[in-house]
């Protein structure tokens, strides 16, 4: 296999979808936000996920979530994650999201978090051969004319290899690809990913294979397109509050951020989420990002503490911009383009719930 000449900017493709770079933002829960996407794309993925949405969540409209799935024009190609047992309503949750401008609708079969498991859904559905998820991926990709994509766990328990009996006829049941994250449920985030697995899974399919798990550095990923035969490397934890390992995977050499530019690329994206989530639910969000992207720019510890404490875009930015003066000038520079991102009225939303209960 000519595997050897393949590179992190090749564009390779899913079904008719092009995909301009083999590095793919991973779909986290609480963290794939519409900023967090944009920036993905703006710093070097060739392909962006949202979150998990809740197929079930349509119906019963009981979910606590986050917020409702919004979608712009400039994060494409985005592959929407939709998760749920049942194969009618996940037919549905299809049609919406691609009538709302999804290039491929993604199937959640990864999830191990028991509010998600115990309604049949998220990895418990690669058990028996994947019977049950294969009826699922035939029945979306019968509702949609967009690539309709699945990520998996291993399967449930350590040293399961149910991903790889339930993959083959996946692609059968009409997959166009397959995201693997080599770890079982039960391992959660412990241990490593194992992609001897796969590597095995790209040997059993014809489809794109897209490994997950682990993927921290330029090396790592190339490491794995190599040795796995992958089409592409998906970054998840890695890329909390560092877009800056996706230029570096994307072939840009930057070195680490500035102080200044790391304040920068935080109140842009502080912004940018306040004005998808609004500022009551979005200031709590954004808590957990500050420690991310505080972990560069070599900032005094306080400065996290004092950011948790802010209660405003306003107050954010005022601290931020404190600890890094140059930043005000950069953040200048961006507005022309956050304000090219208009107040999100041309945005479709959808009555798909993002759910706060993720994972994969
Ligand atoms: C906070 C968090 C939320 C996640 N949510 C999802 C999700 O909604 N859907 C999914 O398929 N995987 C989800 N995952 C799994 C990631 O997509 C990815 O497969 C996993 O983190 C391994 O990759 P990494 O080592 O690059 O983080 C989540 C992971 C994390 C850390």
């Given at each position: 296999m000519a595997v050897a000449a393949r590179s992190l900017t090749d564009t390779w493709s899913i079904g008719a979808v092009e995909v301009p770079g083999r590095i793919v933002l991973a779909p986290m829960?609480?963290?794939?936000v519409q900023a967090f996407r944009r920036q993905g794309r703006r710093f070097g993925a060739g392909l962006v996920c949202s979150e998990m949405v809740s197929a079930c969540g349509l119906h019963h409209r009981n979910e606590r979530t986050l917020g409702y799935l919004r979608i712009a024009?400039?994060?494409?190609p985005l592959a929407v994650q939709i998760f749920g047992s049942e194969p009618p309503l996940l037919a549905e949750a299809a049609r919406m999201v691609v009538e709302a401008g999804a290039d491929l609708v993604d199937i959640n079969m990864?999830?191990?978090?028991k509010k998600v498991t115990?309604?049949?859904?998220?990895?418990?559905?690669?058990?028996?051969?994947g019977e049950a998820a294969a009826r699922i991926v035939e029945a979306v990709a019968g509702a949609v004319d967009v690539p309709v994509t699945v990520k998996m766990r291993r399967?449930?328990?350590?040293?399961?290899r149910d991903a790889l009996a339930a993959g083959p006829r996946l692609v059968e049941a009409g997959a166009a690809a397959l995201t693997l994250h080599p770890r079982s449920a039960q391992q959660m985030?412990?241990?490593?990913?194992?992609?001897a697995l796969t590597a095995e899974l790209v040997s059993l399919v014809d489809v794109p294979v897209i490994a997950s798990g682990d993927v921290n550095s330029r090396a790592r990923a190339e490491a794995l397109l190599h040795s796995t035969g992958c089409e592409a490397v998906m970054v998840g934890r890695a890329a909390q509050g560092n877009p800056w390992l996706l230029g570096e995977l994307a072939g840009?050499?930057?070195g680490e951020p500035t102080p200044d530019e790391v304040a920068a690329e935080l109140v842009r994206f502080v912004r940018e989420t306040v004005r998808e989530l609004g500022e009551h639910r979005g200031i709590p969000f954004l808590r957990k990002f500050h420690g991310w992207y505080l972990?560069?720019?070599?900032?005094?510890?306080?400065l996290r503490q004092d950011l948790s404490g802010a209660n405003t875009v306003e107050e954010v930015e005022a601290l931020l911009y404190a600890a890094a003066p140059g930043a005000r000038a950069r953040v200048v520079a961006m507005e022309a383009e956050l304000a090219a991102l208009?107040?999100?009225?041309d945005d479709v939303e959808l009555g798909l719930p993002i759910s706060i209960y993720g994972g994969g």
């Open positions: 829960a609480g963290v794939s024009a400039d994060e494409r990864g999830c191990p978090v115990k309604t049949g859904a998220g990895c418990t559905l690669l058990a028996n051969g399967g449930e328990r350590d040293g399961s985030y412990t241990g490593t990913a194992d992609h840009r050499d930057g972990r560069h720019g070599g900032f005094q510890r306080t208009g107040d999100g009225s």
